[in-house]
Every structure is written in C-alpha cells, then in structure tokens.
C-alpha cells in the first residue's frame, strides 16, 4: 500500500541551526502538508501546499520556516534559527484531492532543539 | 469545546468489549477523518465520512456522522490489546486546506 515516508524519524539539533525534514508523499498525491505535535498537544497545521506553491499557512507558519519541493518527489520543510520551542513531532501529509479525499500522514520526525 | 474534540479523553476496557468514542465540532465540514496514533508513532488514517453520509463502516469500525448535532462517533467492536492507542477525529473547515484536530482519546485494551 503506498505510503507518505519521513526522514529522519528523529533528529536532535542545536538552538539556532537549521534543519530540513524530509518527505516522500505518494506518487499521485496532488497536495502536500506539513503539521506538527508538541509533545501531549494537539496535532496543529502549519502549511498546505499546491501546484508548487502554498495555498495556506497557519499563524505558526512564519519566516522561520519554508517548504520546497526540489523534485518530482521530495516534500521539504525548512527551519531556520530553531528555538527550543520547535521541539516537536513534524508530520507530512498528503491528499489525492485536497481534503475532500483522505489525508495520509507519514511515521513523523520527531525534532528536538537543545 | 474546541472543533475536533474527542470525548472521553481516556477510556479502559477489557478486551473482547465495545469502545465508543465521540468527536463534536462548531463549524461546518465537507467530511470528518479519524485517525490512531499508537504512543510516539505516526497518525493512521482510519474511516473518512462526508457530511452527506450518516453511518460508515470499515472492518470493526463503525462511524456515525451527525449534522445537525455536529458530533461523531467511532465505535470499536470486539476491541483488541493492539487497539491500544490515542484516537483523533480531524474536520476540514470547508473551503479552507487544514483539518482541524481534536486532542485525541486515549483508549486502552486490556488482555
């Protein structure tokens, strides 16, 4: 059964460096997200994406952060200067169909800032 | 309530028995998606229902969609010790390109 894929499943970094999360949507998935989950919170939004653009973004979405898709497969999520408050969960998913069809989220990357 | 709240949050049964968990929302939705989230791991996509859809079934899982009350309900049967985990029902805002979760129910089967 196809599946979304994240790497790495968990990556530890210092306060003020940058990362990239790393996504593999399925094949014939049209729109792609990024959401992420604070340690015993709830699953909040941060950003949609469509025909090689944001389409949505949440407030937590700010200029910290940008998504990319560098191929026909990858699905990226940059975070620059990392504060110890983006120690999360980040999950990516995708949808065939906007969310009129389900959306399917990968294993996680599980991000710690110390 | 918030949109996409779960409740109970917590519920503990023995295995072999029903669990029912309710999800209520404020806005209006396309569809309603519920998902598990064994404990660290991944969200996994369970049953998706429209809003023009009243009941839905997949395998032991049976989901209710009402309305005009805007709630939701997963019923489990003949639950599992590998059923053990949190639960999220998630609603999309119509129009708009997140869904909205809920806090999640945390469900554990004992053998």
Known sequence: ?114 | SQQGEEDPQALSIQEGENATMNCSYKTSINNLQWYRQNSGRGLVHLILIRSNEREKHSGRLRVTLDTSKKSSSLLITASRAADTASYFCATDQGGSEKLVFGKGMKLTVNP
Request: aromatic share 14%.
């Open chain 1, 1 to 114: 059964e196809p599946e979304v894929t994240q790497t790495p499943s968990h990556q530890v970094t210092q306060m003020g460096q940058e990362v990239i999360l790393r996504c593999v949507p399925i094949s014939n998935h049209l729109y792609f997200y990024w959401y992420r989950q604070i340690l015993g919170q709830k699953v909040e939004f941060l950003v949609s994406f469509y025909n090689n653009e944001i389409s949505e973004k949440s407030e937590i979405f700010d200029d910290q952060f940008s998504v990319e898709r560098p191929d026909g497969s990858n699905f990226t999520l940059k975070i620059r200067s990392t504060k110890l408050e983006d120690s999360a969960m980040y999950f990516c998913a995708s949808t065939e169909q906007d969310l009129r069809t389900e959306a399917f989220f990968g294993q996680g990357t599980r991000l710690t800032v110390v």
